[in-house]
Nanobody, 119 residues
Framework: QVQLVESGGGLVQAGGSLSLSCAAS????????MGWYRQPPGKQRELVAV???????NYSDSVKGRFTINRDTAKKTVYLQMNSLKPEDTAVYFC????WGFGAGRDYWGKGTLVTVSS
């Protein structure tokens, strides 16, 4: 089993910054894939950013240049630095980890942390 603890959400004004973290614990020594997704109010869950064990990243076009994903493999933690936040970034942000890589077996989701960006 895997437990994910997300932290760092909150309320921020447009143009501000927030940093999210997600610490994984449990059965696996490491996770090939780690990432962040979000679900805006009344909308579907969507990709924000993912990072693999080699450090390669993939970002949604809507956050490129503003958000940065990083990971600490030893700590089994993934981070999301969010700068120049916009009201449309308001969403519940979910951590996702995949021991064998995304799409290669089971993956795990956190419970989510709310980010609210006021205009």
């Amino acid at each position: 089993q895997v437990q994910l603890v997300e932290s760092g959400g909150g309320l921020v004004q447009a143009g501000g910054s927030l940093s999210l973290s997600c610490a994984a614990s449990g059965s696996f020594f490491s996770f090939a894939g780690m990432g962040w997704y979000r679900q805006p109010p009344g909308k579907q869950r969507e990709l924000v950013a993912v990072i693999n064990s080699g450090g390669s990243t993939n970002y949604s076009d809507s956050v490129k240049g503003r958000f940065t994903i990083n990971r600490d493999t030893a700590k089994k933690t993934v981070y999301l630095q969010m700068n120049s936040l916009k009201p449309e970034d308001t969403a519940v942000y979910f951590c996702r980890v995949a021991p064998w890589g995304f799409g290669a077996g089971r993956d795990y989701w956190g419970k989510g942390t709310l980010v609210t960006v006021s205009s």
